[in-house]
């Protein structure tokens, strides 16, 4: 039996490469990368299919999968078409806060890992935000009330009990107050990334993964190891002009060229250019 299963292996793994290596590979660029996610709240997604990395492909039914590190469950949100031919868009809920990875898979047998999202606490979850007993604030109210009958008791008799009723009340409505307020909450804050990192995070998210093998997203890319149709960029390094230039119109450096113009922004332009130089 165990014999049967080792001869069985590649060819089993043959018939699941078969989208890629037999002509129907597929490469999966978000639209916009999200910086984190917050907990219970819904989180809308476009990505592109490109068939051969280039031409965008229609009448597809792509799956997300969700899955928070270190938990063995997944959740799977089903992707809608959008008017434009090869775009999608899913809503995701994250249900809790953590780190979450995730993946698109545009043909439901090859995913490709997107970039981990941090999805913080909602503020629903806040405990600042929960119901709270109105007694403290009624005691710091009678605080204040007792302060002014002191006060006005110490102008009409010049007598220490006014004085020290006066002060007691303040005591106590101090201490009301600040119970009625709750403890401090410290806001969750969103990731911060430089630029090189930003542009790591690119290069998985736009798909230059699938045809470019990089020792710095080589996690991101195990789906599609010894799958290369581009250049190793691992210690590709050009001038910054150059690669903007080509990242954003490679037709116009070299017409003819199989990578697509992928409509990037020129803040992605730049972060993906200190990525690819930063790893010389």
Same mark, same amino acid.
């Not at 979450?100 to 999202?117: C, K, N, T, V």
């Not at 045809?211 to 210690?235: I, K, S, Y």
């Given at each position: ?8 292996? =590649? ?7 078969? =989208? ?30 490109? $068939?051969? %990395? ?13 899955? /928070?590190?270190?938990?063995? /469950? ?50 629903? *979850?806040?405990? *600042? ?6 007694? =403290?604030?009624? @005691? ?8 002014? %009958?002191?006060? +006005?008791?110490? @102008?009409?008799?010049?007598? +220490? ?30 990731? *911060?990334?430089?630029?090189? $990192? ?18 710095? *997203? ?13 250049? &190793?960029?691992?210690?590709?390094? #050009? ?21 697509? #113009? ?8 730049? +972060?993906?250019?200190?990525?690819? &130089?930063?790893?010389?």
């Amino acid at each position: 039996m165990k014999r049967l299963a080792l001869i069985l292996m =590649p060819v089993i793994a043959l018939v699941l490469a078969a =989208p890629i290596f037999a002509g129907g590979w597929a490469v999966v660029t978000l639209d916009t990368l999200p910086s984190h996610a917050v907990a219970g709240e819904p989180l809308t997604v476009s990505f592109v299919v490109r $068939q051969h %990395g280039n031409q965008p492909m229609d009448e597809l039914k792509p799956k997300i999968t969700l899955r /928070k590190v270190d938990e063995p /469950k997944w959740i799977t949100v089903d992707a809608a078409p959008q008017e434009k031919t090869g775009h999608y868009s899913a809503t995701l809920t994250f249900p809790s806060a953590g780190v979450w990875r995730w993946e698109i898979d545009a043909f439901g047998a090859w995913p490709q890992a997107m970039p981990e999202l941090t999805v913080l606490g909602s503020e629903s *979850a806040d405990p *600042a935000n929960e119901a709270r007993p109105m007694w =403290p604030l009624a @005691i710091g109210v009678a605080g204040v009330l007792g302060v002014f %009958g002191g006060v +006005a008791a110490l @102008i009409r008799t010049r007598a +220490a009990w006014a004085a020290a009723l006066a002060l007691m009340a303040a005591l106590i409505g101090t201490v009301g107050f600040a119970s009625a307020r709750g403890p401090s909450i410290t806001a969750a804050v969103p990731p *911060a990334y430089t630029q090189v $990192q930003q542009g790591q995070r690119l290069f998985i998210a736009k798909g230059c993964v699938v045809c470019h093998n990089h020792e710095a *997203a080589a996690e991101a890319r195990q789906n599609f190891d010894g799958f290369e149709v581009g250049p &190793n960029l691992t210690h590709f390094s #050009a001038s910054p002009d150059y690669v903007a230039k080509w990242l954003d119109d490679p037709n116009a450096v070299k017409p003819g060229t199989q990578m697509p #113009a992928l409509e990037l922004e020129d803040e992605e332009i730049g +972060a993906l250019v200190a990525f690819i &130089n930063e790893s010389e």
